[in-house]
C-alpha cells in the first residue's frame, strides 16, 4: 500500500508538471506575449540542453551546492551547540527564544549590506547570508521538537537504563525527529533563496558565482531563455532533494515509526 502511494504520489506530481509545461508551451505559441517576456519552453529547453553541453550551468551549480553545503552545514553544527545549550538552561532557552524572535523574522538578504562591510563580497560572504538565513529555522524546530518529547518517553528511557547520549540517541532524536526534518527542508529551501539573492545584489565573487551569478548575467545581456533555463535547474535540484533526500528519509523513520499520516 505504501509503495502504491508512493508511486501514484509520483505520478500525480509528474503529471501536473507536465501540464503546467504544456500549458505554457501552447501560451507562449499562441504569440499574446512578447518573447522576451514569456518565451517558449521549447526554446528554454534548447537553452537549457545548450549551457550544458557547453558546461557552464553545470560549473554554476557545482559552485552554488558546495556554498550551499558549506552554509547550511555551518547552520545545522550552530542549531545543534544553540539548542543544547538552551536545553541544559533555562536562562540560554530564554535567550535563545528572545534572539529568535528579533532575528528569525529578518531576511537574510537584509543583513547583506552589513556582511559585504565585515567580510567583503566574496564566497565568505555569501556562505555567511546562507548561514544566517538557514540557521534560525532549524534552530527554532529543533527546539521546540526536543522540548516537545513527552516526559513519560525519557522516564522510560532512564528506567531503561539509558542516560546522557544514549538517552538522546535513542529517545530525544527520534521523539523530535519530525521537527528536526522539518527545519533542515526550511532551512535547505532558504539557503537556496539566500545564495541566489546575494549573487544576483553584488554578482560573482572572485571571477566565480553559482546559479545566481548566471541567471543575473544571462537576465543582463536580455537571454531570457536562459534565465529560465537556470531557474528550472534550482527547481529540477529542489524537486530531486525533495524526493531522493528529505522524502527518503521520511518514509523510513517519520512514517515507518507511525509519527505522521501517509
Same mark, same amino acid.
Given at each position: 500500500?505504501?509503495?502504491?502511494? %508512493?508511486?501514484?504520489?509520483?505520478?500525480?506530481?509528474?503529471?501536473?508538471? %507536465?501540464?503546467?509545461?504544456?500549458?505554457?508551451?501552447?501560451?507562449?505559441?499562441?504569440?499574446?506575449?512578447?518573447?522576451?517576456?514569456?518565451?517558449?519552453?521549447? @526554446?528554454?529547453?534548447?537553452? *537549457?540542453?545548450?549551457?550544458?553541453?557547453?558546461?557552464?550551468?553545470?560549473?554554476?551549480?557545482?559552485?552554488?551546492?558546495?556554498?550551499?553545503?558549506?552554509?547550511?552545514?555551518? !547552520?545545522?553544527?550552530?542549531?545543534?551547540?544553540? $539548542? $543544547?545549550?538552551?536545553?541544559?538552561?533555562?536562562?540560554?532557552?530564554?535567550?535563545?527564544?528572545?534572539?529568535?524572535?528579533?532575528?528569525?523574522?529578518?531576511?537574510?538578504?537584509?543583513?547583506?549590506?552589513?556582511?559585504? *562591510?565585515?567580510?567583503?563580497?566574496?564566497?565568505?560572504?555569501?556562505? !555567511?547570508?546562507?548561514?544566517?538565513?538557514?540557521?534560525?529555522?532549524?534552530?527554532?524546530?529543533?527546539?521546540?521538537?526536543? +522540548?516537545?518529547?513527552?516526559? %513519560?518517553?525519557?522516564?522510560?528511557?532512564?528506567?531503561?537504563?539509558?542516560?546522557?547520549?544514549?538517552?538522546? +540517541?535513542?529517545?530525544?532524536?527520534?521523539?523530535?525527529?519530525?521537527?528536526?526534518? %522539518?527545519? *533542515?527542508?526550511?532551512?535547505? @529551501? +532558504?539557503?537556496?533563496?539566500?545564495?541566489?539573492?546575494?549573487?544576483?545584489?553584488?554578482? !560573482?565573487?572572485?571571477?566565480?558565482?553559482?546559479?545566481?551569478?548566471?541567471?543575473?548575467?544571462?537576465?543582463?545581456?536580455?537571454?531570457?531563455?536562459?534565465?529560465?533555463?537556470?531557474?528550472?535547474?534550482?527547481?529540477?535540484?529542489?524537486?530531486?532533494?525533495?524526493?531522493?533526500?528529505?522524502?527518503?528519509?521520511?518514509?523510513?523513520?517519520? /512514517? /515507518?515509526?507511525?509519527?505522521?499520516?501517509?
Amino acid at each position: 500500500m505504501k509503495a502504491t502511494g %508512493t508511486r501514484n504520489k509520483t505520478i500525480n506530481q509528474v503529471l501536473f508538471i %507536465t501540464g503546467v509545461i504544456l500549458g505554457w508551451e501552447l501560451l507562449a505559441q499562441t504569440g499574446w506575449f512578447p518573447p522576451l517576456l514569456f518565451p517558449k519552453m521549447s @526554446a528554454v529547453f534548447i537553452e *537549457l540542453v545548450g549551457e550544458i553541453v557547453r558546461g557552464e550551468i553545470l560549473q554554476r551549480l557545482a559552485f552554488s551546492l558546495q556554498i550551499i553545503g558549506l552554509g547550511l552545514g555551518l !547552520a545545522v553544527v550552530t542549531a545543534a551547540l544553540t $539548542t $543544547t545549550l538552551a536545553m541544559l538552561s533555562p536562562l540560554v532557552s530564554d535567550w535563545v527564544q528572545a534572539l529568535m524572535a528579533i532575528l528569525h523574522p529578518l531576511p537574510g538578504i537584509a543583513i547583506l549590506p552589513i556582511i559585504i *562591510l565585515w567580510l567583503g563580497t566574496g564566497a565568505r560572504s555569501i556562505v !555567511a547570508v546562507i548561514w544566517f538565513s538557514s540557521v534560525w529555522p532549524i534552530i527554532a524546530n529543533l527546539h521546540t521538537g526536543l +522540548r516537545s518529547v513527552p516526559t %513519560t518517553q525519557i522516564e522510560v528511557g532512564r528506567n531503561l537504563g539509558l542516560k546522557g547520549i544514549a538517552l538522546v +540517541r535513542s529517545i530525544l532524536i527520534p521523539g523530535a525527529f519530525p521537527y528536526i526534518l %522539518t527545519g *533542515l527542508r526550511v532551512g535547505w @529551501a +532558504r539557503a537556496w533563496q539566500a545564495s541566489v539573492a546575494a549573487e544576483m545584489v553584488f554578482g !560573482a565573487s572572485g571571477g566565480e558565482g553559482g546559479l545566481g551569478w548566471f541567471i543575473y548575467k544571462k537576465r543582463f545581456f536580455m537571454e531570457i531563455p536562459s534565465v529560465f533555463a537556470g531557474m528550472a535547474v534550482i527547481i529540477l535540484i529542489g524537486l530531486l532533494v525533495e524526493r531522493l533526500c528529505f522524502e527518503g528519509i521520511e518514509v523510513r523513520t517519520v /512514517r /515507518r515509526w507511525g509519527m505522521t499520516s501517509e
